[in-house]
């Protein structure tokens, strides 16, 4: 079951998608007002501006958390353009619509992002699993 829970503030709408979230914490250190784990629901998102939001959403190493502007752009026109960040001593994050060809020749889609690991540690190669915090990986 791929659960996704959308909260909006009207300008911009953040997605959130459990399934995927690995606990990096990057979010509510990157902005407490905006994302409250023990408060329901959990995002609220007039606790930022936009740009901030999205700023932080878009350091979300799973992909777990994107976001959309709410205009007459569509989610896939505000996706389509590619994005690639290498964070330090963490993943290779890569943001847009993207299809992932295995080395076994499978394929699968991201609909939004993927943190590919940069360490080596990873257990669910060739995404990161956040092993590069344990492993004192610097890069």
Same mark, same amino acid.
């Given at each position: 079951?791929?659960?996704?829970?959308?909260?909006?503030?009207?300008?911009?709408?953040?997605?959130?998608?459990?399934?995927?979230?690995?606990?990096?914490?990057?979010?509510?250190?990157?902005?407490?007002?905006?994302?409250?784990?023990?408060?329901?629901?959990?995002?609220?998102? !007039? =606790? &930022?501006? %936009? *740009?901030?939001?999205? #700023?932080?959403?878009? /350091?979300?190493? !799973? =992909? &777990?958390? %994107? *976001?959309?502007?709410? #205009?007459?752009?569509? /989610?896939?026109?505000?996706?389509?353009?590619?994005?690639?960040?290498?964070?330090?001593?963490?993943?290779?994050?890569?943001?847009?619509?993207?299809?992932?060809?295995?080395?076994?020749?499978?394929?699968?889609?991201?609909?939004?992002?993927?943190?590919?690991?940069?360490?080596?540690?990873?257990?669910?190669?060739?995404?990161?699993?956040?092993?590069?915090?344990?492993?004192?990986?610097?890069?």
């Amino acid at each position: 079951m791929d659960v996704k829970k959308e909260y909006t503030n009207g300008d911009i709408t953040v997605v959130w998608q459990p399934g995927k979230c690995i606990h990096s914490e990057n979010c509510f250190h990157g902005l407490p007002n905006v994302f409250k784990p023990k408060e329901k629901p959990w995002i609220d998102t !007039s =606790g &930022a501006t %936009s *740009a901030e939001m999205m #700023s932080q959403v878009n /350091k979300c190493p !799973s =992909g &777990a958390l %994107s *976001a959309y502007v709410n #205009s007459e752009k569509s /989610k896939e026109e505000v996706m389509s353009k590619i994005k690639i960040q290498v964070f330090e001593n963490g993943p290779l994050r890569v943001t847009g619509d993207l299809e992932i060809t295995h080395k076994d020749g499978s394929s699968e889609v991201k609909e939004t992002a993927a943190s590919f690991c940069r360490c080596g540690h990873s257990s669910n190669k060739p995404f990161c699993d956040g092993s590069h915090k344990k492993e004192g990986f610097i890069g």
